[in-house]
């Protein structure tokens, strides 16, 4: 069951400009997570958003989480090459105690 | 640096062979999950572990089972292995259930032949 959807499903920019992905998901959360894949490799954890916040922030990346449209944003400002990977988001659906990962943004960022 | 290890980046097993897929972690963490990733599917989640000896069903649980001895590891088995059980298979664990987010190990890329 996949419970986050990201969009869009690839993204390709400028090195030095701002990425924007967002995540729609279907049910309550208890939070809601994004994770970086380089290629072929595992996930990597960025940053953890409460359903009570509401936007948080951890150097270039700014999430954003509003629950009546049950939507996330993930902002990576000033892009830089290494930042090219595939981005998912995650949800901690409320009783599940389990994340459920959505497909994932592939983000290029062109020198 | 804490870490989750695969015990395998790459395999190729025969159909109908049993194969084993080793996870461990060093963080003392309560939670084990097994995920395989397939091009426009995403992660799966296919078994998961709250505590030793103990297992619960993810979303695709057919034709595989795991493992759990001891708290830092975490078995996947595939009891017969198929051509549709060709993947990237990905082991996380977690400090428990609440606001914790997963660690990964890098992955077991299966393909079977």
């Known amino acids: 069951s996949q419970q986050g959807e990201e969009d869009p499903q690839a993204l390709s920019i400028q090195e030095g400009e701002n990425a924007t992905m967002n995540c729609s998901y279907k049910?309550?959360?208890?939070?809601l997570q994004w994770y970086r894949q380089n290629s072929g490799r595992g996930l990597v954890h960025l940053i953890l958003?409460?359903?009570?916040?509401r936007e948080k922030h951890s150097g270039r990346l700014r999430v954003t989480l509003d629950t009546s449209k049950k939507s996330s944003s993930l902002l990576i400002t000033a892009s830089r090459a290494a930042d090219t990977a595939s981005y998912f988001c995650?949800?901690?659906?409320?009783?599940?105690?389990?994340?459920?990962f959505g497909q994932g943004t592939r983000l290029t960022i062109n020198p | 640096d804490v870490k989750v290890t695969q015990s395998s980046r790459y395999l190729v097993k025969r159909t109908g062979e049993k194969v084993f897929l080793e996870c461990v972690q060093d963080?003392?963490?309560?939670?084990m999950f097994w995920y395989r990733q397939d091009p426009g599917l995403g992660l799966r989640l296919i078994y998961f572990?709250?505590?030793?000896?103990?297992?619960e069903k993810g979303d695709i649980p057919e034709g595989y089972s795991v493992s759990r001895e001891k708290k830092e590891r975490f078995s996947l088995i595939l009891e017969s292995a198929s051509t549709n059980q060709t993947s990237m298979y990905l082991c996380?664990?977690?400090?428990?259930?609440?606001?914790?987010?997963?660690?990964f190990g890098s992955g077991t890329r299966l393909t079977v032949v």
């Open positions: 963080m003392d963490h309560e939670n």
């Open positions: 572990s709250y505590d030793v000896k103990m297992k």
């Open positions: 995650a949800t901690d659906a409320r009783g599940a105690q389990k994340l459920v």
């Open positions: 996380a664990s977690s400090a428990g259930t609440g606001p914790y987010g997963y660690t």
């Open positions: 958003i409460r359903s009570n916040e």
């Open positions: 049910t309550s959360i208890n939070n």
